[in-house]
């Protein structure tokens, strides 16, 4: 599978915006992914495709509009949109196949989204995402991780089941669209040896099915 991580950049906000909205269609308001990275208790990863480009992100584009003229023009002269951001050069144009995001809030993580596109999803990536959420949230020495999900989500809720999250209590009538009910789950402490084996063989069988060569989030 041709499908990386890497943590979110600025110029990531568009494609990712787009597949939010895809995935959870009624949130509202929908989350602010340019506020969500300037969060110092936020982290967000993607995953990507090597090989796969799209064209300049809308949002990229829609900022150039409502730039002045004069830095508008000096951007044109140089023919780089990203003159004058510090992100690496080329990751606006990855085509991204999912993200994930987290709060840390001192020794617990709280995951705030994993999404994959439609089109990329029972491939593995959803998967990916939560083994290399794991590992972020260990870097960051949190030893428990939360998550709230639709009580109807069988298909997020059987992915935590899989690495271990159990359900630790209910939120009645948490999504305001609906009125529908949230689940809230949680792992065991993450650095326990019981719960590091689990994921050494979840992590190998991921690679043994989907053939993904790297485990690592890229910075
Ligand atoms: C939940 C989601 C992220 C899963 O991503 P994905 O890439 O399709 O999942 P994977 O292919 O990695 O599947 C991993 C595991 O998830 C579970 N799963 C995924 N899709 C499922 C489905 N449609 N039905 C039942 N279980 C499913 C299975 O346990 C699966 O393991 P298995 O292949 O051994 O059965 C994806 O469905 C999605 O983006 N949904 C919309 C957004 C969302 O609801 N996010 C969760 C918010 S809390």
């Known amino acids: 599978m041709l499908c990386y991580v890497r943590l979110m950049h600025k110029g990531d906000i568009a494609q990712v915006t787009e597949i939010d909205r895809e995935a959870f269609p009624t949130l509202w308001p929908p989350a602010n992914y340019g506020r969500e990275l300037q969060n110092r208790l936020g982290r967000y990863i993607v995953a990507y ?3 796969k480009t799209v064209e300049e992100p809308k949002v990229e584009a829609s900022l150039e509009k409502g730039i002045s003229g004069l830095a508008s023009k000096v951007r044109r002269l140089f023919n780089h949109n990203r003159f004058l951001s510090n992100e690496p050069p080329s ?3 990855q085509y991204i196949k999912g993200f994930a995001g987290l709060w840390i809030m001192a020794d617990e993580a709280h995951i705030t989204n994993i999404a994959v596109r439609g089109i990329h999803r029972r491939q593995g990536i959803g998967e990916l995402l939560l083994i290399l959420v794991i590992a972020l949230v260990m870097e960051l020495n949190a030893r428990i991780i939360t998550l709230e999900v639709r009580a109807s989500n069988t298909a997020a809720q059987n992915l935590y089941h899989k690495y271990g999250f159990a359900q630790v209590g209910l939120r009645r ?8 009910d949230a689940v809230i789950m949680s792992t065991e402490n993450i650095t326990s040896a019981p719960f590091q084996a689990q994921l050494q063989r979840l992590k190998q069988a991921h690679c043994k099915r989907w053939g ?4 690592q989030i890229a910075r």
């Open 212 to 215: 993904i060569p790297l485990y």
């Open 49 to 51: 495709d090597e090989e």
């Open 173 to 180: 009538g948490y999504y305001t669209d609906n009125g529908e």
């Open 91 to 93: 990751s606006g144009r």
